[in-house]
C-alpha cells in the first residue's frame, strides 16, 4: 500500500551557520502549512561525525506529531559552486569534496542525492553528464535563488538529462517562507524517513507550488501565475531601491 506525503525539501536550521530557525520551530512553521515532513540539508561546513549524530537526535526530537523533521546535509564542492543535497545517509561524510566523490559516497551508503539550484554561480555551466546515474532529480525551482517562479537553466538540465524535478524553499528565515511542497509517494509499511528516502530514490515526486501540481498531463512546468508574481516582485524591488 502507498499514499502520497507532503514535503518541504530544501531547509536550513541554526545547525547551519547561516540559518536562524531552530529544529522545533520549523517544524511548528510548515506543519501548520500542511507538510507532513521537513527533509532538512544543513550545511556540510563545520560538521563532524559527532555532531552529524547529535543533529540526527536532535531531528527526532523537535519532529511533531503533524510534522517529522528528516536529517540532511547539503554538500559542497572544493569551490562551494555545485551544491548537493542528501538524506537516508547514516553518517557524515565530510566538508568541501569533489561532487562525483560526493555522489559515489551518497550510492554506497544507499542513500539519495539531488543537484541544488543550478542558478546559484551558473553551477549549471558546471554540470557533469557523468553525475546523472548517482542524482535522483535536480531542484526546478530554489525559492532563494529563482525567486517566484522555476528556473529556466534548470528546467533545461531536466529536460536534457530525463532527470525528475523536485522544488526547494532554501529555507533560512521567514522571508523565504513560500508554499513549495513535493508530494511524495511512500510505502506505507516502512518508517517515514525511510519511505520519503526511497520515494525519492525512486523519483514518485510531483512538485507543487500554492497547493496545486507545477507540472502539466505533458510533464512541463506551469509558469504563467508564476512568472506574473516573480516579474511583481522585481519590480517591486526596483521601486523600492529607488524610494
Known amino acids: 500500500m502507498t499514499r502520497t ?13 547561516d ?17 507532513r515532513a521537513v527533509m532538512m540539508t544543513e550545511h556540510d561546513t563545520g560538521f563532524s561525525p559527532d555532531r552529524y549524530d547529535e543533529y540526527r537526535a536532535a531531528c527526532a526530537q523537535a519532529s511533531t506529531r503533524l510534522c517529522r523533521i528528516v536529517p540532511g546535509i547539503e554538500y559542497s564542492c572544493p569551490d562551494n559552486d555545485v551544491h548537493i543535497l542528501t538524506w537516508g545517509l547514516d553518517r557524515f561524510l565530510s566538508e568541501h569534496h569533489p561532487v ?11 542513500g539519495v542525492a539531488v543537484f541544488a539550484h543550478p542558478v546559484r554561480r551558473n553551477a ?15 531542484e526546478l525551482w530554489n525559492r532563494k535563488s529563482d525567486g517566484l517562479t522555476i528556473g529556466r537553466e534548470a528546467r533545461d538540465l531536466i529536460r536534457d538529462t530525463g532527470l525528475p524535478a523536485t522544488v526547494g524553499i532554501d529555507f533560512h528565515r521567514m522571508r523565504h517562507v513560500y508554499p513549495l511542497f513535493n508530494r511524495v509517494s511512500v510505502a506505507g509499511d516502512l518508517p517515514l ?3 520519503l528516502v526511497a520515494g525519492l530514490r525512486d523519483g514518485a515526486i510531483v512538485p507543487e507550488a500554492l497547493y496545486e501540481s507545477l507540472l502539466a498531463p505533458d510533464g512541463q512546468p506551469r509558469t504563467g501565475v508564476h512568472d506574473r508574481l516573480e516579474r511583481a516582485r522585481r519590480n517591486g524591488i526596483r521601486l523600492l531601491r529607488r524610494s
Open 124 to 138: 549549471y555551466d558546471l554540470f557533469d553528464p557523468a553525475w546523472v546515474p548517482y542524482l535522483s532529480a535536480i
Open 193 to 195: 524517513e525511510t519511505a
Open 5 to 17: 506525503v507532503r514535503a518541504v525539501l530544501h531547509a536550513h536550521s541554526t545547525w547551519s551557520y
Open 100 to 110: 562525483m566523490e560526493t555522489l559515489e559516497a551518497v550510492r554506497s551508503s544507499n
Open 19 to 35: 540559518g536562524h530557525w531552530s529544529l522545533a520551530k520549523i517544524a511548528r512553521l510548515f506543519g501548520a502549512m500542511g507538510a
